[in-house]
């Protein structure tokens, strides 16, 4: 490949002529713009053990009440992209957030979409468009662009979960903003009870179904159902792993983010191929270590780690004899949307 022309090899009277212009040259930024072979990532493979997090979010809880905080998060911020930036990866965004008993975080609504996986604790609820979702250990419960949202809860003990946004995208397309209101009637239909099996959907006669977002929470007793189902019906699939759908549609549950949950058998190692859109991983159960890049991380339960895209990802169950259970995002459905979608072998 030639080497092209630097700003330097430029009169500097030229530049500052263009620069006075608004106008820039291409050829001196055109490799950074358009890598050869394959991009070059900011996002860094990176682990957060739940260790770390959980003493200091705790602090949180003591140092700064949730009046003064509205949420009280410790973000997990990739330091590819620098921490200020708050993102994990291109368009994810990661946080654990606290809730002390009694507390309330108060009713808002924002353009990114949200996901929570619950971590830990229990008698906390986030009501959705009316809905009170309960928020059990390993729960994936959905806050899906401009629905209303708050949380509260009503138990004994701190509760944590993990918050995944696409909020580096949205706030990449300048379109990130968010509306404040007071407290949700709660409603009585849940969409959990409307689709207890995925295989039969419900057929309204008189009436559509209407909602763009008819399922919110997914229990994780459920899921994990499902996944030990999957394994004991296939057991040669390698990649024993389901997707969070919106069971109206099929399609994944968002639209920008994908979800899904992945259980490991027992001793299994299972390399994944290098594809374009990023990951988080995070420990529901169980342990496994996470190898990226030629980086390897120990992880345990509930420690979270993310993976740049365009890179290989194995993961290897540290238990001989019992399952491990893993939580999933990526950037898939985002990638599929924009065409830009690749599997390499
Ligand atoms: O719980 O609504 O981690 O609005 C970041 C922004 C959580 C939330 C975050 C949010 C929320």
């Not at 950074?32 to 809880?61: E, F, M």
């Not at 009870?193 to 763009?212: L, M, N």
């Amino acid at each position: 490949m030639n080497e092209l022309g630097r700003i330097e090899d430029l009169p500097a009277d030229y530049v500052a002529e263009l620069k006075s212009h608004n106008l820039m040259p291409l050829w001196p930024n055109l490799r950074a713009l358009l890598p050869p072979q394959k991009p070059r990532p900011s996002t860094v493979a990176t682990h957060w053990p739940y260790a770390a997090i959980r003493p200091l979010l705790l602090k949180a809880g003591k140092l700064t009440p949730i009046e003064k905080a509205e949420r009280r998060v410790l973000v997990l911020a990739n330091p590819g992209h620098t921490l200020e930036k708050m993102q994990a990866s291109a368009a994810m965004y990661l946080g654990m957030q606290l809730l002390l008993p009694g507390e309330w975080a108060p009713s808002h609504r924002h353009t990114p979409n949200a996901v929570r996986m619950v971590v830990e604790g229990e008698g906390a609820w986030s009501t959705v468009e009316g809905e009170k979702c309960p928020m059990l250990r390993g729960d994936l419960i959905l806050t899906p662009t401009g629905l209303w949202h708050e949380h509260g809860h009503d138990g004994s003990e701190p509760v944590i979960w993990l918050d995944v946004l696409d909020v580096p995208l949205v706030h990449y397309l300048e379109a990130s903003y968010h509306v404040n209101s007071g407290r949700q009637t709660p409603r009585s239909d849940h969409g959990e009870r409307r689709y207890p099996r995925g295989g039969v959907v419900p057929a309204p006669v008189f009436e559509r179904a209407s909602k763009a977002y008819p399922m919110l929470r997914y229990p994780w007793a459920d899921t994990r159902a499902a996944l030990e189902s999957l394994a004991l019906d296939q057991p040669d699939l390698q990649a024993v792993q389901v997707t969070y759908v919106n069971p109206e549609t099929g399609d994944h549950a968002e639209n920008i983010l994908g979800f899904y949950a992945m259980m490991l058998r027992p001793g299994q190692t299972l390399t994944l191929p290098a594809r374009s859109p990023a990951s988080v991983f995070h420990m529901i159960e169980g342990g496994a270590m996470v190898q990226i890049d030629g980086q390897r991380f120990n992880m345990k339960e509930a420690d979270t780690c993310c993976a740049p895209g365009y890179t290989p990802i194995t993961l290897a169950n540290t238990s001989s004899t019992q399952p491990a259970f893993l939580f999933i995002a990526d950037e898939t459905p985002l990638h599929k949307k924009l065409g830009v979608y690749e599997v390499r072998a």
